[in-house]
């Protein structure tokens, strides 16, 4: 009888895969960490690959597998635990942290996370290492240099271009520790960007005083060019053209070189402290020091549709920074690019 009841027994179910976990030990700084390895082959072909190779075996003819026991772990040499700690703390949340919302990360913590999961091409946990260090956090606010660095080393290109971008716009040269931290040629890249993007270059001092292009003068509601073809003065009938940084006299020029203003302090969205603003009403020809613009004319901007005699014009035909920015750093951007396509 004992036997027939065996015989009725049901099969045993069938195992979960998702619970069935097989350690491995990884030592980083003679630290022993046992985790399970499936998460490892979920986010990284790198460790998936690992994982795949056939056994190697010893003189006796045994499996010699790395990884299997804390006698025999996978060492990770050039890493910190604190940093290998970090991720694993990323790859497994505790349950308290999930059924409590209580998951928090320190800055260092979610930058050892950023900069493991892109050596192994973790593309996941990359990109939650990223929304990690973008919350805005009081505990996880990065700096404009901590962005250029990180999005340069690690290859995050929003971080790359907004970082550069947000230093080059204060005006103001890289500093010593700036230097340190990006570089001798990310910080050559951001000085010839300052000075491209300078409105300096758009004016010319001659022995009566400062000038500049018809050309260079925009909206400052929309920074669209007010002229784009050559006008003749309306006082001497000299014809101005649109390049010649000669043919417009900026009358009180001592004042011209003060009046570069943080975009704090103006009301336009494109505002940014390069911008040299002047008083429209105090333009002059070159030639007879006289008004120029014909009051028929008054200053028209095609783009906003109004016509006045503005107070305050800017000065100078300056490319976007973040598209000069984009130009020279294209190559790391390429590599950014490269990390995300993994």
């Not at 597998?65 to 497994?92: C, H, N, Q, W």
């Amino acid at each position: 009888m004992a036997s027939e009841r065996h015989k009725r027994l049901p099969p045993p179910e069938p195992t979960v895969a998702t619970f069935m976990w097989d350690i491995v030990v990884f030592k980083v700084e003679g630290r022993i960490f046992q985790v399970p390895r499936q998460r490892f082959i979920e986010y990284s072909d790198i460790f998936a690959d690992m994982f795949g190779l056939p056994a190697s075996r010893d003189s006796q003819g045994k499996a010699d597998v790395e990884g299997l026991s804390i006698e025999s772990p996978i060492t990770l040499d050039g890493y910190r635990a604190s940093e290998f700690e970090a991720l694993l703390k990323a790859m497994y949340p505790t349950s308290s942290n999930v059924l409590e919302g209580t998951f928090r990360m320190t800055r260092d913590e979610w930058i050892s996370v950023l900069k493991l999961s892109t050596v192994w091409n973790m593309k996941k946990i990359r990109q939650h290492a990223i929304t990690g260090l973008s919350s805005g956090h009081d505990s996880v606010i990065l700096t404009s240099v901590d962005k250029a660095y990180l999005g340069l080393v690690h290859r995050v290109a929003p971080w790359l271009v907004e970082g550069i971008t947000s230093i080059i716009s204060s005006g103001d040269p890289p500093s010593l520790s700036e230097i340190r931290t990006l570089g001798l040629s990310a910080v050559s890249h951001i000085v010839l960007i300052q000075a491209q993007a300078s409105p300096f270059k758009d004016l010319s001092s001659t022995s009566t005083g400062v000038t500049c292009s018809l050309g260079s003068l925009k909206c400052p509601e929309c920074y669209q060019a007010f002229f784009e073809n050559p006008l003749f003065c309306d006082s001497c009938s000299a014809m101005i053209s649109l390049d010649n940084r000669r043919a417009i006299y900026l009358e009180n020029a001592p004042s011209v070189r003060a009046a570069t203003i943080s975009q704090a302090e103006v009301e336009s969205p494109h505002a940014t402290k390069f911008d040299l603003w002047v008083d429209g009403r105090m333009t002059r020809c070159a030639k007879c020091l006289y008004d120029p613009i014909p009051l028929s004319h008054v200053w028209f901007c095609r783009v906003c549709d109004v016509k006045k005699v503005p107070q305050k014009i800017v000065i100078g035909v300056r490319e976007s920074i973040q598209d000069l920015v984009m130009e020279a750093f294209h190559e790391e951007l390429e590599d950014c690019r490269q990390a995300d396509m993994g």
